[in-house]
């Protein structure tokens, strides 16, 4: 069996799609399994870090002001979808599978021009536009939230969830504590912007570091690459009390174990490991994101009492009002957690695995 995962872009592609490639290849051990992705975007490094193969398409997305690569964006799209023709009939995949990204587009499109079964996976509320185009094309929809009717055709939907890593569940508070340096008799605050960094948390967060240091709260700060060396100095003076400013984390299972309150941008993949860990979350919602997905994934969960929402206009005056009386009112993180934690699907890769293997006629086993 031969599959294309194409996509990328972040951490909220590459993450699903790495789970879908390490299902599938858990089950048909001889699968080959090719990833297409965007020349300098993230997947160019972190899938072969995954173990997989991957090429690169010269692809980027539209600019929301005019430029004059908007202007040669149709020609890029061009080139693209010839080069994914090419590897396409190159490699003769029995399926396509696209998560999202600028790459998932042409190789869809070449794909299907070809005949080849292709499923989706849309991670996001609120459908983006590409996905909605090719929603025609595809044999297979894979969404994460009721109601996508309203975006895609119902009888090609399944609802699934979004593929997390399992183990981001795993981890052990007490082991959690001692891998950061943290005191357990004092409350621990995560901040995560997603796998690029967010300005708006890391300039709230900076601006709170002497409240939380006078509530006796500790802080586990994931700034993003951009942004940490300038949040390193920030938090230096503040180390004695537990406030770290991270530029990575790479155990998050122990950095979700050792949290009692989150804050989030609600990106796709945040929001479904916030559902899997259980953890009470305020998410603030990127601004600059495409259909403003986000704030549909943030009130998604707000509406079933889940989380709380903070706006990203708003971060910088209310966030750390609302954080600070979170983590001083334990009665409201019961509440949100139970809550949060109904609206896990932790089989959601295996559900998208079976869709798969019955797409190309394979007998589903799990």
């Not at 003769?92 to 499109?109: K, M, T």
């Not at 299907?112 to 849309?122: A, F, H, K, N, V």
């Not at 994460?144 to 699934?160: C, H, I, R, S, W």
């Not at 009390?241 to 155990?251: I, K, T």
């Amino acid at each position: 069996m031969k599959v294309i995962i194409s996509g990328g872009g972040t951490g909220g592609h590459i993450f699903p799609a790495v789970a879908i490639a390490n299902e599938l290849r858990r089950r048909q051990p001889d699968a080959e399994i090719l990833f297409v992705g965007a020349n300098g975007r993230m997947e160019m490094t972190r899938v072969p870090e995954a173990g997989y193969q991957i090429v690169g398409l010269d692809i980027a997305g539209l600019q929301r002001r005019l430029t004059p690569d908007n202007l040669l964006f149709p020609i890029k799209v061009m080139r693209a979808v010839r080069k994914a023709g090419k590897l396409i009939e190159d490699f003769r995949p029995d399926a396509i599978v696209g998560v999202g990204g600028y790459a998932s587009a042409p190789v869809l499109l070449a794909g299907t021009s070809r005949g080849i079964p292709s499923l989706i996976q849309e991670q996001n509320s609120y459908a983006g536009l590409v996905n909605k185009l090719l929603a025609r094309r595809v044999q297979r929809i894979c969404v994460a939230y009721d109601g996508m009717e309203q975006f895609f055709p119902a009888d090609k939907l399944v609802l699934t969830g979004n593929p997390v890593r399992m183990e981001i569940a795993d981890g052990q508070r007490a082991e959690a504590l001692s891998f950061f340096g943290l005191d357990a008799r004092r409350p621990v605050l995560l901040v995560i912007g997603g796998s690029l960094g967010a300005r708006t948390l890391n300039q709230a967060t900076a601006a709170a570091l002497p409240r939380l240091r006078d509530a006796g709260v500790q802080l586990l700060w994931q700034t993003g690459k951009v942004y940490y060396p300038e949040a390193q100095q920030q938090a230096a003076p503040f180390a004695a009390y537990n406030l770290n400013a991270l530029e990575f984390v790479g155990r998050m299972d122990l950095a979700y174990a050792a949290a009692d309150v989150v804050v989030s941008r609600a990106g796709a993949l945040s929001v479904s490991e916030l559902c899997l860990t259980g953890k009470p979350s305020i998410l603030v919602p990127s601004p600059n994101v495409a259909e403003d997905h986000q704030t549909k994934n943030a009130l998604a969960l707000v509406r079933q009492d889940a989380a709380l929402l903070v706006t990203d206009a708003e971060a910088a005056t209310t966030l750390y009002d609302e954080a600070l009386r979170l983590l001083a009112t334990p009665s409201q993180q019961q509440k949100l957690a139970a809550n949060i934690r109904q609206l896990a699907r932790p089989q959601a890769t295996t559900t998208i695995v079976d869709e798969l293997l019955r797409l190309v006629g394979t007998p589903v086993n799990s």
